[in-house]
T-cell receptor, first 128, second 116 residues
Framework: AQSVSQHNHHVILSEAASLELGCNYS??????LFWYVQYPGQHLQLLLK??????LVKGIKGFEAEFIKSKFSFNLRKPSVQWSDTAEYFC??????????????????????????FGGGTRVLVKP | DTAVSQTPKYLVTQMGNDKSIKCEQN?????MYWYKQDSKKFLKIMFS???????INETVPNRFSPKSPDKAHLNLHINSLELGDSAVYFC???????????????FGPGTRLTVL
């Protein structure tokens, strides 16, 4: 089973401060990693994602995240936050697994492997 | 041109009632999902359908029954609503790529269900 933990539940900082949100996952195999943001009263939007390649991923709105496989981490960073970055941030993991007995059901493997497991979220409040 | 839409946006109802939430995506994706976000903002998957076939069914009470009439729609019907069902329900969709990385999931605006 896969699990995700986000260390900080609440973060309060001032505009122009740097932000780093921790995310650790528990899964022994290949993973796809995501950071989603939920602005107040809105739906989840993708900030960035990691599938493979360069472990430093750049996303929208100046966010970036670094995948450190040895630490099972995917921390989110932004050098200088703005008031508009006030939101809830969710780390999510999709563990890719192959089940030998299901090889004949490729569709099921693909879709079942697309289950996102979310962390508990970090509420970020940026003071103007 | 909303990608993933849900109706209604707000739903207030009494305990014991039966209600449905509808979801539609116009992205041409083959997989759709229902997530539940509780009052502490914790998000958990409930169901996933791929090409109208139920693929993921997490530990969800039988009172919850998803229905997918076609690839673009995934509705959620809830029988005998309970206080604990109060939450925000998010629909999502994605395209599962054969042999490749799993694409991001696109989320709908959510349906805030309040059971009184």
């Amino acid at each position: 089973a896969q699990s995700v933990s986000q260390h900080n539940h609440h973060v309060i900082l001032s505009e122009a401060a740097s932000l780093e949100l921790g995310c650790n996952y528990s899964y022994g195999g290949t993973v796809n990693l995501f950071w989603y943001v939920q602005y107040p009263g809105q739906h989840l939007q993708l900030l960035l994602k990691y599938f493979s390649g360069d472990p430093l991923v750049k996303g929208i709105k100046g966010f970036e995240a670094e995948f450190i496989k040895s630490k099972f981490s995917f921390n989110l960073r932004k050098p200088s936050v703005q008031w508009s970055d006030t939101a809830e941030y969710f780390c999510a993991v999709n563990g890719i697994r192959l089940q030998a007995q299901l090889w004949s059901r490729i569709t099921s493997i693909k879709a079942a492997g697309n289950k996102l497991t979310f962390g508990g979220g970090t509420r970020v409040l940026v003071k103007p | 041109d909303t990608a993933v839409s849900q109706t209604p946006k707000y739903l207030v109802t009494q305990m014991g009632n039966d209600k449905s939430i509808k979801c539609e995506q116009n992205l041409g994706h083959d997989t759709m999902y229902w997530y539940k976000q509780d009052s502490k903002k914790f998000l958990k998957i409930m169901f996933s359908y791929n090409n109208k076939e139920l693929i993921i069914n997490e530990t969800v009470p039988n009172r919850f029954s998803p229905k997918s009439p076609d690839k673009a729609h995934l509705n959620l019907h809830i029988n005998s609503l309970e206080l604990g069902d109060s939450a925000v329900y998010f629909c999502a969709s994605s395209q599962v790529v054969a042999g490749g990385p799993y694409n991001e999931q696109f989320f709908g605006p959510g349906t805030r269900l309040t059971v009184l």
